[in-house]
C-alpha cells in the first residue's frame, strides 16, 4: 500500500544533543509538511516543501532544520533540542498542482520525540 | 486574521444519540473545509472535506458561509465513533490549519 512512513516511532535524545527524524513516502506527492503536535493541541506547521522549494513558518524556531534529498524523503533536524521541543511530530504529503492548491493531506502514523 | 476554532474539547454522547461537532472559521476569502479524524493508535486521516458533500461513516458537514460555520454531524452515534476530531481549513494555498480538536466520547 501507498503510504507515509515515519522512523523512529519513539526517538529519545538528551538535552541539546541533535536529532534527526526521517519521513518517507511511496505516494509520489510533490508536498511534504512537517507539524509539531503536543498533547491536547492542534498540529502547528513547521515547515514544508513544495517540490523543492523550502516554506519555514513564520514562527518556526531557527533550531528547527529540514532537508528533501529527494522526492521521497524528507529529514527534520532540531539542531540543540531543549525540553519544550518534547512533542509528536508529524510528516504529511500531498499532491498540489497550479489550479489545485489545497488537498487531501496524508498523514505518517508520527514520531514521538522525548528529551531528557 | 484567520483562525479556526473548535469550541469543545470534550463531548460524550450516548450510543444512538446525534452527534455536532462544531467549528467556526474566521476567513474573509472563499475557504475550503475539511474534518479529519484520529482513532486511538491510528494516524490522523481525512474523514471528509465541504467540496465532496459526501457522507463518509455516516458524517457530513455542511458549510454555511453566513455563519462562518463547518460543523460535522451524525444522526446516531456508534460506540466506533469515538476519537479525535480536528477541523482543518485550507486558506488558498498548499497549507492547513488546524482546530484545537474535540475528543468525541460514544457511551455506550
Known amino acids: 500500500d501507498a503510504m507515509v512512513i515515519q522512523n523512529p516511532r519513539y526517538q529519545v535524545t538528551q538535552f541539546g544533543k541533535p536529532v534527526t527524524l526521517s519521513c518517507s513516502q511511496t505516494?509520489?506527492?510533490?508536498?511534504m509538511y512537517w507539524y509539531q503536535q503536543k498533547s491536547s493541541q492542534a498540529p502547528k506547521l513547521l515547515f514544508h516543501?513544495?517540490?523543492?522549494?523550502?516554506?519555514n513558518e513564520a514562527d518556526t524556531p531557527d533550531n528547527f532544520q529540514s532537508r528533501r534529498p529527494n522526492t521521497s524523503f524528507c529529514f527534520l533536524d532540531i539542531r540543540s533540542p531543549g525540553l519544550g521541543d518534547a512533542a509528536m511530530y508529524l510528516c504529511?504529503?500531498?499532491?498540489?498542482?497550479?489550479?489545485?492548491?489545497?488537498?487531501?493531506?496524508?498523514f505518517g502514523p508520527g514520531t514521538r520525540l522525548t528529551v531528557l | 486574521a484567520q483562525r479556526v476554532t473548535q469550541p469543545e474539547k470534550l463531548l460524550s454522547v450516548f450510543k444512538g444519540a446525534p452527534v455536532e461537532l462544531k467549528c467556526n472559521y474566521s476567513y474573509s476569502g472563499s475557504p475550503e473545509l475539511f474534518w479529519y479524524v484520529q482513532y486511538s493508535r491510528q494516524r490522523l486521516q481525512l474523514l471528509l472535506r465541504h467540496i465532496s458533500r459526501e457522507s463518509i461513516k455516516g458524517f457530513t458537514a455542511d458549510l454555511n458561509k453566513g455563519e462562518t460555520s463547518f460543523h460535522l454531524k451524525k444522526p446516531f452515534a456508534q460506540e466506533e465513533d469515538s476519537a479525535m476530531y480536528y477541523c482543518a481549513l485550507n486558506f488558498g494555498n498548499e497549507k492547513l490549519t488546524f482546530g484545537t480538536g474535540t475528543r468525541l466520547t460514544i457511551i455506550p
Open positions: 505516494l509520489n506527492h510533490n508536498v
Open positions: 516543501y513544495y517540490d523543492k522549494d523550502f516554506n
Open positions: 504529511a504529503t500531498s499532491r498540489v498542482w497550479t489550479g489545485r492548491r489545497s488537498n487531501e493531506q496524508f
